[in-house]
Each structure stands twice: as C-alpha cells, then as structure tokens.
C-alpha cells in the first residue's frame, strides 16, 4: 500500500490539469458497507447495503455493489430474449438495497460531478464539484489498520462526522465527500440516516475505465431529480402514470384483488436536516 501511495502523489501533480478527453481507469477499490433508513417512521430499522469507490488517478465512482449486479443479472436475461418475469425470478433472492444511484467525481471534466439514479427511468444530472469544509478535530482511531483523524462539517443540508487517514492521501470518500486530504474510510450524519463505513481496501490488478453507464437519460438539475424521487416514492401510481408510454397503471395483491402501495415519506441524503431523532 505505501508503494501505492508514493505513485499517486507523483500521478497526481502530472494529471490535475487533464481534461475529460483523456479517459481514466480504476486502480484502487473502497469497499464500504452502509447502514440507512429507508422509512422515517420506522428510524430504528436499518438497510444494509455494499458499495464500492474506485478511485483512478484523477476521478472516481461510487455505486451499490449490490445493485449492479442485480443490473448485470437484468441486462443479461433481457439481452437473451427472456422477459421482466423471469427477471424478477431471477433477483428475487437477490439482497437488494434499492439505492440506484452513482456518483461519478471529476467526471466527465475536471471539477465537475456527475450523479445518475435510476427511478423507473434513468436520470442524469451534472453539477460543480462541491468540497465540504471540514473542521478537524483531535480524536485518533484505527480503521482497516490505519490511524484515522476525526473531522466534521455542515454539508448538503446535514451534519456529518467523517473519520480520514492520511496514510492515503487521497482526497475522496464515500457519495459526495470529499475534500479532506486524506481517504474517508468513515462517515455518518447527525441523525444517523446514513453510516458509511470501510471494510475493505485493495489494489486492482485489472484496472477498469471510469466511465458514466451508456443508458438513456433524462438530463435533469438536482432540484428537479429531487422532486421526481420525491414523487415515486411518496405518489409512485402517479409518477408511474405520468410516464411517456405508460396507459395505466393497478395494483394488485397476491389474490389478485387491488391493491394500495405502501408509502413512505421520502429522504435524501441532501435534504433539509430533520427533527433530532430520539
């Protein structure tokens, strides 16, 4: 890992000025496991989700692990002919997190971010490259075997408490963190909606291009994919019926009598904080 070190610092003084006509690959990968509440109303139950930051020598993704295989497995069954049925056979032992959403830093230029979910269609927004302005603090601990500092800042309407190592002067971290000048290998919000946390760090022998999924999307700002997420979960009969193609929508249960979605009270990540949870 310190070999690792010492060739990014150098790569990272050549490459700070490349622009987004030269492609860049992964050569390192930050495995993190999250803890997040899906449902408001039910704070003290948590989702469990994988994702994984892979970091090239000038940008950087971030994505569920879990939902992209769950894509790869969709992608594949419908390039052979079959249909949504035999794909929800498929998936449907799958451990699933329902968080579709990458981050892509540094991409497709310099200071630029890109973020796309997937709702029912895909989305697409880019914004500047926003780095948090953190507070250092005294507290030391151990992480994945490297001694990590304690840092907080006031970022996308929320509180965090990030843990960072110089040991790996890399300036990234989980989501949209970033701007502390060492990895992130912790992270969690005031109200403890969001926990990310480090579990594996390793080199990759075969390095993968960074690059934004070849899907068609709806360009959209942050406002406006933040209403529409909005939409689908708190109203998703309504934003399923206001899709181009869709002529009706129904529910139905297991007996095959009409059904009512359950609704949950939609939060994001870049919301307004919330009332202290007790």
Same mark, same amino acid.
């Given at each position: 890992m310190k070999k690792l070190i010492i060739s990014f610092v150098l790569l990272s003084i050549t490459l700070s000025s490349f622009s987004q006509q030269i492609p860049d690959s992964a050569y390192l990968q930050i495995t993190?496991?999250?803890?997040?509440?899906?449902?408001? &109303?039910?704070? #003290?139950?948590? %989702?469990?989700?994988? !994702?994984?930051?892979?970091?090239?020598?000038?940008s950087s993704e971030f994505y569920s692990l879990?939902? &992209?295989?769950? #894509?790869?497995? %969709?992608?594949?069954? !419908?390039?052979?002919?079959?249909?949504?049925?035999?794909v929800r056979e498929a998936i449907s032992e799958y451990p699933r997190s329902h968080q579709k959403y990458r981050v892509y830093k540094n991409v497709p230029s310099i200071g630029e971010l890109t973020y796309i979910n997937q709702i029912f269609a895909y989305y697409?927004?880019?914004?500047?490259?926003?780095?948090?302005?953190?507070?250092?603090?005294?507290?030391?601990?151990?992480?994945?075997g490297y001694m990590c500092q304690k840092a907080v800042t006031n970022f996308k309407g929320r509180k965090w408490t990030a843990w960072y190592t110089n040991d790996i002067p890399i300036s990234d971290g989980p989501w949209k963190l970033c701007g502390l000048p060492g990895l992130i290998l912790d992270a969690v919000d005031s109200d403890s909606l969001y926990h990310f946390y480090c579990v594996g760090i390793k080199e990759l022998k075969h390095k993968t291009q960074i690059k934004i999924l070849k899907e068609k999307y709806v360009m959209c700002t942050n406002k406006e994919l933040y209403k529409i997420s909005k939409e689908a979960i708190e109203n998703p009969i309504g934003y399923l019926k206001s899709q181009p193609g869709i002529l009706s929508v129904s529910l139905t249960g297991p007996d095959g009598r009409p059904a009512k979605p359950n609704i949950t009270k939609y939060i994001d990540m870049e919301a307004e904080p919330i009332k202290k949870i007790e």
């Amino acid at each position: 890992m310190k070999k690792l070190i010492i060739s990014f610092v150098l790569l990272s003084i050549t490459l700070s000025s490349f622009s987004q006509q030269i492609p860049d690959s992964a050569y390192l990968q930050i495995t993190y496991l999250e803890d997040f509440v899906r449902n408001i &109303d039910n704070p #003290k139950k948590k %989702t469990l989700d994988e !994702l994984v930051l892979n970091i090239g020598k000038f940008s950087s993704e971030f994505y569920s692990l879990r939902e &992209d295989r769950v #894509k790869q497995i %969709t992608d594949s069954i !419908l390039k052979s002919g079959k249909n949504a049925y035999d794909v929800r056979e498929a998936i449907s032992e799958y451990p699933r997190s329902h968080q579709k959403y990458r981050v892509y830093k540094n991409v497709p230029s310099i200071g630029e971010l890109t973020y796309i979910n997937q709702i029912f269609a895909y989305y697409q927004y880019k914004e500047n490259l926003e780095k948090p302005v953190w507070e250092p603090l005294s507290a030391k601990k151990e992480i994945q075997g490297y001694m990590c500092q304690k840092a907080v800042t006031n970022f996308k309407g929320r509180k965090w408490t990030a843990w960072y190592t110089n040991d790996i002067p890399i300036s990234d971290g989980p989501w949209k963190l970033c701007g502390l000048p060492g990895l992130i290998l912790d992270a969690v919000d005031s109200d403890s909606l969001y926990h990310f946390y480090c579990v594996g760090i390793k080199e990759l022998k075969h390095k993968t291009q960074i690059k934004i999924l070849k899907e068609k999307y709806v360009m959209c700002t942050n406002k406006e994919l933040y209403k529409i997420s909005k939409e689908a979960i708190e109203n998703p009969i309504g934003y399923l019926k206001s899709q181009p193609g869709i002529l009706s929508v129904s529910l139905t249960g297991p007996d095959g009598r009409p059904a009512k979605p359950n609704i949950t009270k939609y939060i994001d990540m870049e919301a307004e904080p919330i009332k202290k949870i007790e």
